[in-house]
């Protein structure tokens, strides 16, 4: 069982940037095994797919929405993964999730491992 952790999210002007991070918190957690994927789910919406990275880093997938703009990273040393949002639009509001499953793609059921979730809201 891996518990997730995102924090980093708040309230930013559209043109800005937020970085939020994914963590396991608690001795003998570890994302540095799983894929990570970030999802988002804007109000009245369905949660939709974001990015996802590889548990070694060396790949990177994106939304179209977001390509360009937003970047994955990670830092295994840290057990820890970045989802860096650059020039965010208003539409850009959501709450932002991680998960950690051990495939790649972007479909939900990939994922065994969510956080709950932090706020992003992007005003005009």
């Known amino acids: 069982q891996v518990q997730l952790a995102e924090s980093g999210g708040g309230l930013v002007q559209a043109g800005g940037s937020l970085r939020l991070s994914c963590a396991a918190p608690g001795r003998g957690r570890t994302l540095n095994r799983y894929t990570v994927g970030w999802f988002r789910q804007a109000p009245g919406k369905d949660r939709e797919f974001v990015g996802v990275i590889t548990w070694s880093g060396g790949s990177t997938e994106y939304a179209d929405s977001v390509k360009g703009r937003f970047t994955i990273s990670r830092d295994n040393a840290k057990n820890t993964v970045y989802l860096q949002m650059n020039s965010l639009k208003p539409e850009d509001t959501a709450v932002y999730y991680c998960?950690?499953?051990?495939?790649?793609?972007?479909?939900?059921?990939?994922?065994?491992?969510w956080g709950q979730g932090t706020q992003v809201t992007v005003s005009s």
């Open positions: 998960a950690a499953g051990d495939s790649w793609g972007r479909y939900e059921s990939l994922y065994a491992y």
